[in-house]
């Protein structure tokens, strides 16, 4: 979804989720605002990512689990490729590591859904003035939490082979051997104590790692 700007609106938003019926809940319940205005929505990370490149938003709200690459990831890109826009993570996800990971992607606000609509707005305008807008409960346990212990690249593939890719695919798009990827999850199994892939992704996702 994308539409024609209005510059009455200060602050530009593009919106990253996909579940069809709360993207479209969320548009509608940002631009009743004065001041905001979702100038485009995307159902996945690579869309996101392209909207923000053409919209160049005040603001991106995404959601972190998505199809093609998560909103954590996008945080990452739009991070380095577009440092003006700030990053909202809005999410079901209420666990520390997501939160550490979110902050260090760069995003200045983690947000969940369970909480009142107004407070959504709020935040975006929160954001858009380069605040911080995190809650407060959940920032004090994630500062206390377990520390994630995965590289970046085992936690790509300890996601994808969890999600059922196979170990060959993985190789293949990642340009690796299979060997080298067996040896990234075997180190990913030993770091989480887990017996085999499936109970670490699981393990990992619980905790908020992947």
């Not at 990642?174 to 199994?189: C, D, F, H, Q, W």
């Amino acid at each position: 979804m994308s539409g024609t700007s209005n510059p009455c609106k200060e602050i530009r938003v593009v919106l990253a989720e996909d579940q069809a019926m709360v993207q479209g809940a969320l548009v509608v319940l940002l631009n009743i605002e004065s001041d905001i205005e979702v100038v485009a929505s995307a159902s996945d990370g690579e869309a996101a990512l392209r909207a923000v490149g053409l919209h160049r938003p005040s603001v991106l709200v995404t959601d972190i689990e998505m199809p093609g690459f998560t909103g954590l990831e996008l945080a990452a890109r739009v991070r380095e490729l577009y440092p003006t826009t700030r990053v909202l993570i809005l999410t079901t996800f209420a666990r520390p590591g997501y939160l550490r990971r979110a902050l260090d992607t760069g995003a200045l606000g983690y947000v969940l859904k369970d909480r009142p609509s107004a407070e959504l707005a709020d935040a975006v305008r929160r954001i858009y003035r380069g605040q911080r807008v995190i809650d407060p409960d959940l920032a004090a346990e994630a500062w206390s939490a377990e520390a994630d212990p995965l590289t970046d690249r085992e936690r790509e593939i300890l996601r994808r082979t969890g999600d059922g890719e196979s170990t060959a695919d993985v190789a293949c798009s990642l340009r690796l051997s299979e060997g080298t990827v067996r040896n990234y999850l075997s180190e990913a199994i030993s770091k989480l104590g887990a017996h085999n892939r499936a109970e670490a992704a699981r393990l990992a996702r619980s905790k908020g790692w992947l």
